[in-house]
């Protein structure tokens, strides 16, 4: 389907890939994007168990998405029946709860008689983005949460080509261990950074991860381990968070730069959970390179990303797919490129 351009959609986007039932409404009008929803449900049942139980997510998503989408069309001050299409998470996530979500939004599509996008996670992630500026190839998308640290160039409109990654955690979940070995809580990203505001960054030395590699790759073990090292060596929460943070923002932008100017790419997409932090957007505000990140709310899980991932898919012409998608737990978004 393509968009005509004075013509006005409003797209509900679904995203059960984890923990977090999100619903989201975006409207596409004349080829410009506008969120008018995003109401988030966070599990909390997994908090006992330190860490996602899949089984209990899948049934809280079930037991929550109608509420969620209700709150969600309230939001928007929209009913089900003006949606003009549905897009929601297929994959990469847990697969029984990403099912829900994508059953869910089958089910309305086809009840409605509109196009179904089965829709990447990170492809939500990257044009969650599309919230705070027009989002037009070629760029860099550097995607940092809980379970993903990867960057990817962006030649062309639906093609992502994986220039790195991390070699072992993701950026978020390096954030919650050293929290938690820190005894500043869950999750560990916001209460680093709100640690890291009384503490001295200088204080504990963070060796730079893969120093002088030729790729784009990342590694946060070592961080992790120094963390430990520190922590029992007397360090305080705050003075290793502060540090922490600096050494996971040092990389992370450091990284991203030098492959803005190996690809000559000059506009990069910063997004997910950690695209959140304070520091992070302040360092890679003093590159020079036009760095978009997120609206308010959209960095973490949320439906609000996937609709506008479906929106860019629309206004791009592709296809809609078919009521037959299947939920899938591993699908990466794009092949490694090859290495120089
Ligand atoms: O995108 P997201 O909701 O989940 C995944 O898809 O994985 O990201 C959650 C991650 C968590 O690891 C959390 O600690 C981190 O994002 N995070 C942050 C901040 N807010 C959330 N990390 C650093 N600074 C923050 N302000
Ligand atoms: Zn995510």
């Not at 509900?12 to 009008?29: P, Q, R, Y």
């Not at 809580?185 to 060796?207: C, H, R, S």
């Not at 960095?299 to 929106?311: E, Q």
Request: proline residues 5%; aromatic residues 6%; hydrophobic residues 45%.
């Amino acid at each position: 389907m393509n968009a005509a351009p004075h013509s006005r959609t409003l797209i509900l986007g679904i995203d059960t890939s984890c923990d977090d039932t999100g619903v989201g409404v975006v409207e596409l009008a004349g080829g410009r994007v506008r969120v008018l929803a995003n109401r988030v449900w966070s599990q909390t049942v997994h908090a006992q168990y330190g860490g996602v139980m899949p089984e209990l997510a899948s049934r809280e998503h079930v037991e929550r998405i109608d509420a969620v989408m209700a709150d969600a069309l309230a939001e928007a001050g929209v009913t089900v029946d003006e949606l003009g299409a549905v897009a929601a998470t297929s994959g990469p996530g847990l697969v029984g709860a990403l099912l829900v979500g994508l059953m869910y939004g089958k089910g309305v599509a086809q009840a409605l008689g509109v196009p179904f996008h089965a829709t990447h996670h990170l492809e939500g992630h990257i044009f969650a983005a599309a919230s705070e500026a027009e989002l037009a190839p070629p760029f860099l998308a550097l995607v940092v949460s809980g379970g993903h640290t990867h960057l990817f160039d962006v030649p062309h409109e639906g093609e992502y080509v994986l220039v790195g990654a991390t070699k072992d955690d993701a950026a978020g979940e390096a954030f919650d261990k050293i929290a938690r070995l820190s005894g500043l809580g869950y999750p560990g990203g916001p209460a680093i950074a709100e640690a890291a505001l009384t503490g001295n960054a200088d204080a504990v030395p963070f060796k730079e991860p893969l120093q002088g590699q030729k790729g784009f790759d990342f590694s946060f073990s070592g961080l992790k381990t120094a963390a430990l090292l520190a922590h029992r060596a007397g360090a305080s929460a705050p003075d290793l968070a502060a540090s922490f943070q600096k050494a996971a923002v040092h990389t992370l932008v450091k990284t991203t730069r030098r492959a803005a100017e190996a690809t000559g790419r000059d506009t990069v997409v910063v997004s997910g959970g950690v695209a959140a932090n304070r520091a992070l957007r302040e360092a890679f505000a003093g590159t020079g390179l036009r760095v978009v990140f997120p609206g308010r709310g959209l960095n973490t899980d949320n439906g609000a990303m996937i609709a506008l991932a479906g929106a860019a898919a629309i206004t791009a012409g592709r296809a809609p797919g078919t009521l037959a998608e299947g939920a899938e737990a591993y699908a990466p978004l794009a092949a490694l490129a090859p290495q120089a």
